[in-house]
């Protein structure tokens, strides 16, 4: 049996000329989108991914490839100094990434047009520390939800446009009351409300957000917070004033005064359930004017529904998280734990001191 020839990898080789080098690049970017694409990510996580190579090689001037230790650190420890830090971690992890899809595809290639060999530029040394968290949302009060809801609902009496705010006020009930996010309420259709399930009913949530930037996932929420009966409401006074077929497949729960070429409602867009809410807002709660957002909605549900008792376990269901540790964060301003404690324990040691006298 005969020895194979083995070459060392990191043997020099002749270098491509720049045209094929600009080439092959721009079919291994394209590859690393259809590779993201084909693990199922959303289309946004990768356009996110995307940029931020594109940012990092503007600033590199050379294929990403050719990008060492001393680089990176030069770029994250200079020219992203000052950056945000979710900057710093989205670039940093976006690049470890592309790296490892150079690793694993594109090895052999690059060493052959270029003689140089794949290493990711980012170590332990250099790697940003942190974590990407969402920021702080405090919701507003009970209260004040409770007088804004009633105040826009009086409006329904005298407003010009009956339909349209009817719809907006529903919606955004809707995302108060079971936490929905505004893309997952406006991709709703009507025959997403299964009225028969359930002790409320239940909406199929077929288009929810995926964690991690992994596609739409689905998943039921009950009609609880009285969801029920607001969208009994819309649906049987307000619906039909949009001049829909109730039967037609794929009609909108929340539709449009727009029109399809075909005649049929359009879908609402995210844009106008924002505008909405934040011009509601104005007229109704106007210390949260410019602040009252359909995420924020979503951070009071989760905080209410822990207040009513709820476990955490049934909030992450309604809201949807993979994690219970993300639900967590949507109501930690409301929990009482530390304080529930300091209060037991102090009562203890007056218990203790009491008995020592007795």
């Not at 680089?71 to 979710?86: H, I, V």
């Not at 974590?131 to 009496?157: H, K, T, Y």
């Not at 998943?219 to 917070?225: A, G, H, K, R, S």
């Not at 639900?327 to 300091?342: C, F, G, L, P, S």
Request: proline share 4%; net charge positive; aromatic share 8%.
């Amino acid at each position: 049996m005969g020895l194979a020839a083995v070459r060392e990898l990191r043997e020099r080789r002749v270098a491509a000329s720049p045209e094929q080098i600009a080439e092959f690049e721009t079919d291994a970017l394209s590859g690393f989108v259809l590779a993201r694409a084909a693990a199922g990510l959303a289309d946004n996580t990768i356009r996110s991914d995307l940029s931020n190579l594109e940012q990092i090689r503007a600033w590199f001037g050379r294929p990403l490839w050719e990008m060492e230790p001393a680089d990176a650190d030069t770029y994250f420890g200079k020219a992203l100094r000052s950056a945000p830090r979710n900057t710093s971690l989205a670039r940093a992890q976006a690049l470890k990434t592309y790296f490892n899809f150079l690793e694993l595809r594109y090895q052999v290639e690059i060493h052959v047009l270029t003689g140089r060999v794949v290493e990711c530029p980012i170590d332990e040394i250099n790697r940003p520390r942190g974590q990407q968290r969402a920021a702080l949302r405090i919701p507003p009060s009970a209260e004040q939800i409770d007088r804004f809801f009633a105040g826009w609902r009086q409006e329904l009496v005298s407003c010009r446009k009956f339909a349209p705010t009817a719809r907006n006020f529903a919606a955004a009930r809707l995302m108060a009351g079971v936490g929905l996010r505004v893309n997952e309420t406006r991709s709703l259709d009507l025959a997403d409300v299964k009225w028969d399930l359930g002790r409320f009913g239940k909406l199929h949530v077929r288009h929810g957000k995926g964690a991690r930037g992994s596609g739409p996932r689905e998943w039921m929420v009950p009609l609880i917070n009285n969801a029920d009966r607001t969208l009994r409401w819309f649906v049987e006074d307000v619906w039909s004033c949009f001049g829909d077929d109730h039967h037609r497949l794929g009609a909108s729960l929340f539709p449009s005064e727009r029109k399809n070429v075909d005649g049929s409602a359009a879908r609402i867009s995210s844009e106008t359930l924002r505008a909405a809410l934040g011009d509601a807002a104005a007229r109704h709660l106007p210390e949260w004017s410019d602040r009252l957002t359909p995420h924020v909605l979503r951070h009071f549900c989760a905080s209410q529904l822990y207040l009513a008792g709820m476990d955490l376990i049934a909030i992450q269901q309604t809201l949807g998280h993979v994690w219970v540790a993300t639900t967590m964060h949507y109501i930690h301003v409301h929990r009482t734990h530390i304080e529930d404690a300091w209060i037991a324990g102090q009562q203890r040691a007056a218990d203790r001191l009491g008995g020592l006298f007795s």
